[in-house]
């Protein structure tokens, strides 16, 4: 399945929008943003776990990278509450589910395969914030490193953020909102755009708190089983 696979071009979906997909484990289902690939695929996906639903043990041979966006996610590592932030690398493996149910936003196979950092980070904690050079921007540095950049942002109310993109990148708002190129982004919008593109941003009047990836796009290719 190719869906939303033609990383030259903008993409915009407001994933509250979309029909939730029945997953191959009852209790789990599926918004998809994008996909190369079937069932083992490159992908960005909001999913949904109903209370007591898991799936079973498996290993990320691409990695995983998600964010809790609702309940408490769990697996043999502990248990996760919204707005916690874990990477999963390449050769990592856990048996997911949810007692009480929860909804994340999830990125499979889109790591370097040398990379190894297990990462977990609560970006509830506002601690952690570090005020960028724009007025009303603040930032969390959720990793780095020499083939993507990862951050949530925390944006004032009306402040204007502009970011040039040279090999694209990717937005997913997570409270509040933004206009960009005319179009009004709420929370679980999420926003593609592509090389050579700058986001010309506007935060609404409560704000927004936005997740955003760089670097990545170029690398953009099924997985190899």
């Known amino acids: 399945m190719n869906l939303r696979a033609d990383f030259s071009k903008r ?4 994933a509250p ?3 939730w997909l029945a997953s191959p484990m009852p209790g789990v289902d599926r918004r998809m943003l994008d996909r190369i690939g079937d069932e083992v ?3 960005t996906t909001i999913v949904r776990y109903a209370p007591n639903s898991q799936f079973s043990a498996h290993t990320h041979t691409g990695g995983e990278e998600f964010i809790v966006l609702e309940g408490v996610f769990q697996d043999e590592h502990g248990d996760f509450p919204a707005g916690s932030y874990v990477r999963n690398p390449p050769t990592s493996s856990h048996t997911p589910g949810s007692k009480e149910g929860c909804t994340i936003f999830v990125k499979l196979w889109q790591f370097d395969m040398a990379d190894r950092e297990q990462i977990v980070i609560d970006m509830n904690n506002e601690a952690l914030l ?3 050079g724009d007025a009303g921007r603040a930032a969390l540095q959720l990793f780095e490193d020499a083939r993507e950049n990862v951050r949530m942002e925390k944006w004032a109310p009306h402040a204007e953020v502009e970011i040039d993109l040279p090999v694209g990148g990717e937005f997913l708002v ?3 909102g933004f206009t960009e190129s005319g179009d009004r982004l709420a929370p679980l919008s ?6 050579g593109a700058v ?5 609404g009047e409560d704000g927004a708190k936005v997740w955003m990836k760089t670097g990545h796009l170029p690398f953009a290719k099924a997985p190899t089983v």
Do not use: D, T
């Open 199 to 203: 986001l010309k941003a506007k935060a």
């Open 11 to 14: 993409e915009l979906v407001h």
């Open 130 to 132: 570090r005020n960028e």
């Open 17 to 19: 929008e979309i029909a």
């Open 41 to 43: 695929a490159r992908a």
């Open 190 to 195: 999420w926003l593609r755009l592509p090389e």
């Open 174 to 176: 997570l409270e509040g």
